[in-house]
């Protein structure tokens, strides 16, 4: 056992000891807790994303195609046929796309679909007339008989007259107005048909088959003297009471019409 020198009571060993462990614990440093590790959370994964089908579109068979096709092409038909009776009639200028489009029981919208203006559907209007008023012209050739070609020539021309004398007055009043929006038209396909022709005539002529002639006077006499049954079917009929729609008075025309132009040009 210790004696204090100062007379103190004598410290217990136990004390001394429960000193000793404090100035131990004091001197030691705490230590950073440790982070406990985390439980891996458990989810369920998601399905993937189901990739889009693009739809290829389906072809059209050949029966629907044609439908449409029929359906368009009946539809455009029935607008030339109906701007062919109004610009014949009230001319380019006098004639309104709401006119066409009621004649031809079309919307207004669905007309500027086909042609997107007035001038387009009228040029076009003409385009197909000029078709039809030379394809007879057309049939001329060197190795035909000229007098059986051009009689027939005038009956065909005659027929036109008489069954479009709508589309003859409407080319007769671009004529007299000038041809402002035929010209180009009339400058090459009208003139090169016609050169060709005239060839054609000028080979019989040479040939001894034709009295001599000049050539584009005649294709001009034929045109001038058939589409005036058309251009002036009302003064035609104011003078007597006669159209060509009568099957007697077109017999009597057209016989008198190859009388006087075939017997103009045989040989002599």
Not at 129 to 145: A, I
Not at 169 to 189: D, H, Y
Request: hydrophobic share 45%; aromatic share 6%; proline share 6%.
């Amino acid at each position: 056992m210790v004696i204090d020198v100062n007379n103190e009571t004598p410290a217990k060993a136990s004390d001394a000891g429960k000193a000793g462990t404090r100035k131990i614990k004091s001197g030691v440093a705490k230590s950073a807790p440790v982070p406990k590790p985390k439980t891996a959370v458990s989810r369920t994964a998601k399905p993937a994303a189901k990739a889009k089908v693009v739809k290829t579109p389906r072809e059209p068979s050949a029966t629907t195609v044609s439908r449409r096709m029929r359906l368009v092409e009946g539809k455009r038909t029935a607008i030339l046929e109906a701007a062919l009776e109004i610009f014949s009639r009230f001319g380019l200028h006098g004639t309104s796309l709401d006119q066409v489009a009621s004649m031809a029981d079309v919307s207004k919208t669905n007309l500027l679909y086909y042609f997107s203006s007035k001038e387009e559907l009228y040029i076009s209007v003409l385009r197909q007339l000029l078709e039809v008023w030379l394809l007879p012209l057309r049939g001329f050739s060197v190795d035909q008989d000229p007098v059986q070609a051009i009689s027939e020539y005038i009956r065909v021309k005659l027929e036109l007259s008489r069954d479009h004398p709508a589309e003859s007055r409407l080319f007769c009043l671009e004529i007299i107005q000038g041809a402002p929006l035929l010209l180009t038209e009339l400058e090459q396909p009208l003139r090169d048909i016609v050169e060709a022709k005239v060839a054609v005539i000028q080979a019989w002529i040479d040939a001894g088959k034709l009295a001599p002639i000049e050539p584009h006077h005649l294709i001009f006499s034929l045109w001038a003297t058939t589409q005036h049954y058309a251009d002036f079917r009302a003064q035609i009929d104011a003078v007597t009471g006669k159209t060509l729609n009568d099957p007697l008075f077109f017999n009597e025309v057209l016989e008198n019409l190859q009388a006087l132009i075939l017997n103009g040009i045989r040989p002599r």
